[in-house]
């Protein structure tokens, strides 16, 4: 079989993340590399965090993709150095977050926070874009989120943390 990294790396945009299903794995940034050499496939993958229970599944996912296109020659490779980033994550990718009720990453806003003076990231509320929110909990529906409340609509969403 002819095999084209644009290819494969179209059909890795094709696999969604199981924990946040409206982002593919490469809109989250975790796929990190496609080699080909002698027709064998490797896939690069690095976590969003170490442990993530997600990989393993998304492991299976990449697997089944390729055995179902006629891949049967391969290998996926979990790189954890450098650590994933928010910042591997697409424009897109966090255009879908939003529009899914999930505040996407936003590393470049913080406020002073009252107590101890300390910054905190300014978390815009996905649903009216107000950034009078509130943190709830560090722990949000899975590990990456945080759980947050908007002061001007009451609605309580989720964040995706900034690392």
């Not at 290819?7 to 975790?30: A, Q, R, Y």
């Not at 997600?54 to 049967?72: F, H, K, P, T, W």
């Not at 908007?150 to 900034?162: H, L, N, T, V």
Request: hydrophobic share 30%; glycine share 4%; aromatic share 8%.
């Amino acid at each position: 079989m002819d095999t084209n990294i644009e290819t494969i790396w179209k059909l890795l945009s094709e696999i969604n993340d199981p924990e946040v299903p409206v982002l593919s794995i490469t809109d989250l940034g975790i796929v990190r590399d496609v080699k080909i050499n002698d027709n064998k496939t490797e896939i690069i993958i690095t976590p969003t965090y170490s442990g993530c229970p997600a990989m393993d599944m998304i492991s299976m996912q990449i697997r089944a993709m390729l055995v179902e296109q006629g891949y049967n020659d391969h290998k996926i490779t979990t790189v954890l150095s450098p650590a994933w980033t928010t910042d591997w994550m697409s424009e897109e990718g966090k255009q879908k977050l939003k529009s899914y009720g999930i505040a996407p990453p936003n590393p470049g806003h913080s406020v002073c926070s009252t107590e101890l003076f300390q910054k905190e990231e300014a978390v815009q509320c996905p649903r009216c874009n107000s950034y009078h929110t509130k943190l709830i909990s560090q722990f949000g529906s899975t590990a990456c989120k945080a759980f947050y409340q908007c002061s001007e609509c009451d609605e309580p969403f989720d964040y995706f943390k900034c690392h």
